[in-house]
């Protein structure tokens, strides 16, 4: 049974830091790049980073500096360090396989995913 779950979340001041995990199961994690996603109200999710096996990275313009991708093959865990956080970064993060997300039934499968609040 396929599943993602992200953790890590909370709220933070602008300039504080966060670590985020994402504990995956029911498929062959180190086949797989991962990534991150966010989506703040009212908007559509986007990528954030994402992750190659054995460990090539790439993070959004936005993000480039402040955020690092990272992953732990042998816990099935990939994590983004968030440093620098503005009012901005407020989203739900959520991780998912990358370029194609994990499918169940014909749609994308997403897990629950945590939030981030960035506020004073």
């Known amino acids: 049974q396929l599943q993602l779950v992200e953790s890590g979340g909370g709220l933070v001041q602008p300039g504080g830091s966060l670590r985020l995990s994402c504990a995956a199961s029911?498929?062959?994690?180190?086949?797989?790049?991962m990534s991150w996603y966010r989506q703040s109200p009212g908007k559509e999710r986007e990528l954030v980073a994402a992750i190659s096996n054995p460990g090539g990275s790439i993070e959004a313009d936005s993000m480039k500096g402040r955020f690092t991708i990272s992953r732990d093959n042998a816990k099935n865990t990939v994590y983004l360090q968030m440093n620098s956080l503005e009012p901005e970064d407020t989203a739900v993060y959520y991780c998912?396989?990358?370029?194609?997300?994990?499918?169940?039934?014909?749609?994308?499968?997403w897990g629950k995913g945590t939030l981030v609040t960035v506020s004073s």
């Open positions: 998912n396989t990358f370029p194609s997300r994990l499918r169940v039934n014909g749609m994308d499968y």
């Open positions: 029911g498929f062959t994690f180190s086949s797989y790049s």
